[in-house]
């Protein structure tokens, strides 16, 4: 295994500005200098300090229990309700007319939420649950647009003791099947359907087919937004709206474990089957907290909105729990960045005065390419705070972010973390660390992130290697649903000790961490990590294919694209009209944005002498540069000869 290089060379820094320092939060080098030793030579003090600002229903007896490793337990033996910390704390206090979620449609539609309604309507949905016989224990299926609703059906499930497991609007039936059996959901929340682009996205009927067949499943509880045709199955499907007018809106918060489950997501693992990871309840929600407060520096005033879908991890720790724990006022939006017109997050910010806006580069990317007046047009000026997740951000996208949206005015916060860490684990804290762009700069308090070899040494200035941690946190994974076998393998024995989830990065001199990408086979379209193998499979599950592979080659605007190399069965015949067949095949079994953007077809695959495909080579061959890496275990040279020539 050969170290990572990197090529990228970057001088320009950009210190916080005067004015921004003085109002921040955290404006003080060495106030931020002495937090952070003390979060990491100290955990126990500074952990218990932060936890005790959450409202808890019965204190913890013990800070952190890392006996049994790596599965921790923070704040064991305390009680919470995340809807409660979220919901209820600010509802009965002075935020309770504040408004908590400002929601606007696709179309145009909008809708407020102070926290007090807020609260109102998380019981309701709350009792409604109950009267589906919904439980403590339970894991219930969330397939939603981005609707009120969405966040509000989250909130219900803790509320109500129920982990939730919330599937992306885009993916598949096929998705939501393997999601629900594993997960043994016996609850589904969708709605009749979501605008996209001016179009309806038919969420419940990819339920219904999802579900067809399979046992389990007694309620699927319907949202109406859209208002169009749906079919019914009498007895599980029910309409939301009906429901809530025959319950009360009044709902005692269950007294949860800091350690019971809060939520499974699903990932994409790099064997094929999705993971679930799973977050608990107390650790979570400080993490989450404390992260919203400090790299978001939100103040009382703020109007703070996350692009993200709450179908992914950003959407649940940056658009409800840690934003909302911190009673901040959240812009919620359902549809597309580019509808009716490419500059619909602008007028967006200028009509809510948003003053912290938090995206993916891969957005960033696309506004750029739309062009600088779609920006100009609108009075960005509220705007004090720019963030960016999913992928590392290229210097110059983000230079015209710094330029065109935020008027050379505002910190950016590029912010590294992934499902599995539940929270932001670097970014730099914007009243204290100069930024440079690209990078996600520093460890967040209580982070003790390190660059190994392939030995797990810890590396030296500008060496590229692994990016692991090295002390647990309270937002981590606390294992994969149903798999704790799984779970131990693919985090934590690559290096003994440590925890490593695949990301490959380097420290430069001044110990900024420089995030260099993936160090495996999962691909990234759109900050959207899809796993090979599960396209491969999908490709291999239509009756041409006999084989495949899949790798991910560098896309101006998605960061990735994904290139399938695919060979027939004798009969098949290769052409246009079977590549297109295949395209759709996979978006249909897995969701659009898993669709190759090249399809190639191929005699033979590169492989190991054992058997495994070289992703590697194929990935220098989508990319059309030479092999420049190891070839010794390559069974059949000229395979790779071949795929080179083959160009149809
Ligand atoms: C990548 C998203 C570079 C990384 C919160 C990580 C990033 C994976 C950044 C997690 C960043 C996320 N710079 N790479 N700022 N943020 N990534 O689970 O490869 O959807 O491991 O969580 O996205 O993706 P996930």
């Known amino acids: 295994m050969t170290r990572i290089e990197h090529h990228l060379s970057e001088e320009r820094r950009f210190p916080p500005s005067e004015e921004f320092r003085a ?22 003090s500074f952990w218990g300090r932060v936890a005790g600002e959450l409202p808890w229903m019965k204190p913890w007896e013990r800070v952190l229990d890392w006996s049994d490793a790596p599965v921790a337990r923070w704040f064991v033996g305390g009680q919470l309700n995340a809807s409660a910390v979220c919901v209820d704390q600010h509802a009965r206090g002075e935020r309770a007319q504040k408004r908590a979620i ?10 407020t939420l102070t926290y007090a309604e807020l609260h109102t309507e998380v019981c309701r949905f709350a009792n409604v649950l109950k009267a589906r016989g919904v439980s403590r224990g339970d894991r219930v299926l969330l397939y939603m647009p981005m609707i009120p609703e969405a966040a509000i059906a989250m909130l219900a499930c803790a509320r109500v003791g129920a982990a939730h497991s919330v599937v992306f609007g885009g993916f598949s039936s096929q998705a939501i099947r393997d999601r629900v059996q594993d997960a043994g959901a016996t609850a589904v929340i969708t709605s009749d359907g979501g605008w996209r682009r001016g179009k ?19 309620t699927v509880l319907v949202v109406k937004r859209v208002g169009n045709d749906v079919g019914w199955t009498e007895g599980r499907d029910v309409w939301y709206h009906e429901l809530a007018e025959q319950v009360s809106t009044d709902c005692e918060p269950e007294a949860m474990d800091s350690e019971d489950v809060l939520f499974l997501l699903y990932t994409s693992g790099s064997t094929g089957k999705p993971k679930g990871i799973q977050h608990t309840t107390g650790g979570y929600l400080v993490g989450t907290y404390l992260t919203s407060r400090y790299v978001f520096d939100l103040r009382e005033d703020d109007v703070y909105w996350c692009t993200a879908d709450v179908g992914w991890i950003t959407g649940h720790s940056y658009i409800v729990y840690g934003p909302l724990a911190n009673g901040a006022t959240v812009v ?29 580069p891969t957005a960033i990317r696309a506004f750029m390419r739309w062009g600088d007046e779609h920006v100009e047009r609108h009075d960005l000026s509220s705007l004090r705070l720019l963030g960016t997740v999913g992928e590392s951000i290229n210097p110059e996208a983000w230079m015209w972010y710094r330029r065109k949206v935020g008027g050379d005015r505002c910190p950016i916060v590029d912010t590294w973390w ?16 100069a930024t440079k762009p690209g990078c996600a700069t520093v460890p967040f308090f209580g982070v003790d992130a390190a660059v190994v070899d392939e030995t797990g040494q810890e590396l030296g200035v500008d060496e590229g290697g692994y990016l692991v941690v090295r002390k647990p946190w309270p937002s981590m994974l606390r294992g994969l649903w149903g798999d704790p076998e799984r779970y131990r393998e693919t985090y934590w024995s690559r290096f003994d000790g440590l925890y490593f989830a695949g990301d490959g990065a380097r420290r430069d001199a001044d110990g900024y961490f420089w995030v260099l990408g993936r160090v ?22 239509h009756p041409a294919v006999v ?25 098949a015949p290769a052409g246009d009209e079977l590549r297109k067949q295949l395209v759709e095949h996979v978006s249909k079994e897995i969701g659009k944005l898993a669709r190759p953007a090249e399809l190639r077809f191929a005699n033979a695959l590169p492989k190991t002498r054992s058997g495994k495909i070289m992703r590697r080579l194929l990935r220098d061959i989508a990319a059309g540069v ?5 070839t010794t275990t390559l069974e059949d040279f000229t395979v790779l000869a071949s795929l080179r020539k083959y160009d149809d």
């Open 200 to 218: 309806v996205l038919e969420l419940k009927h990819e339920v219904d087919a999802a579900l067809d067949g399979i046992e389990g499943v007694h």
């Open 23 to 44: 109002a921040s939060r955290l404006g003080d080098p060495a106030e931020y200098e002495r937090l952070y030793r003390e979060s990491i030579d100290d955990p126990d």
């Open 547 to 571: 084989e495949a592979a899949v790798v991910g080659r560098p896309d101006e605007l998605t960061g990735q694209a994904i290139t399938a190399f695919v060979t027939l069965g004798p009969d």
């Open 332 to 360: 919620m939006y359902e549809g597309a960045p580019n509808h009716p017109g490419p500059d619909r997050f602008w007028s967006m910010v200028a009509d809510h005065r948003v003053t912290v806006f938090y995206t993916a």
């Open 626 to 630: 030479e092999t420049a890496g190891d």
């Open 102 to 111: 400002v929601w606007e449609g696709e179309p145009g539609d909008k809708r």
């Open 520 to 541: 495996d086979d999962v691909i990234n379209v759109s900050g959207h990590r899809l796993s090979t193998m599960e396209v491969e499979s999908s490709l291999v599950s």
């Open 418 to 433: 992934q499902t599995e860490t539940g929270a932001i684990m670097l970014s730099p804290l914007p009243g204290v660390t």
